[in-house]
């Protein structure tokens, strides 16, 4: 275990990295991702904060990366289709898609691969991916439509800037 010492008085207590070079070859990516988005703003102690942010970074140069690689790089088509099965399984899901987000540069080599069921699993992780990135754009532009619409209804802008709005949102969404 790797502690980390609040000012309070209070701990936090992650993985020690040597213990993840026996978790699957995603685990530690995902764990990075997981702590950074969901748990990091919770320990309130900027020092401790900025310990563990570098402690991640540790993670994923030293074990989370090179694992990846060594993985995808290699000529182990079985230990290559397990990881990405593992990761497509992961890129459906939409909460979870920002959590295998570094691996995305990876997979460009894989998408053109001898091996039909490696190239085929690449390319749904990628459409994945885009599908993500395209409904994170759409949820923003729906935001910003919304806010429009408001402002339109109660006299704040005019039709034209109003219809302009509309069209870029219908341009996206199509």
């Given at each position: ?5 609040k ?6 207590q ?13 685990l ?20 401790v ?27 182990n ?18 909460s ?10 990876y ?10 069921k490696?190239?085929l699993?690449?390319?749904?992780i ?5 599908s993500?990135e ?5 949820d923003k ?7 429009k ?6 006299g ?15 341009n996206?969404?199509?």
């Amino acid at each position: 275990m790797r502690i980390f010492h609040k000012k309070d008085g209070g701990i936090v207590q992650l993985v020690d990295k040597n213990n993840m070079l026996e978790w699957p070859i995603e685990l530690p990516l995902i764990f990075v991702e997981y702590i950074r988005s969901n748990k990091l703003d919770t320990y309130g102690d900027s020092k401790v904060k900025k310990e563990i942010e570098e402690y991640l970074e540790e993670i994923t140069k030293d074990i989370a990366i090179p694992r990846f690689i060594s993985v995808l790089k290699g000529d182990n088509y079985e230990e290559i289709i397990l990881a990405l099965t593992r990761i497509e399984e992961l890129s459906k899901k939409k909460s979870k898609i920002d959590m295998i987000k570094p691996i995305e540069k990876y997979l460009e080599d894989l998408l053109n691969n001898n091996n039909k069921k490696i190239s085929l699993l690449a390319n749904n992780i990628s459409k994945n991916f885009i599908s993500a990135e395209r409904k994170k754009q759409l949820d923003k532009k729906r935001k910003v439509m919304k806010e429009k619409e408001e402002l339109f209804l109660v006299g704040k802008i005019s039709p034209e800037e109003y219809a302009n709005a509309r069209k870029e949102y219908l341009n996206l969404k199509d």
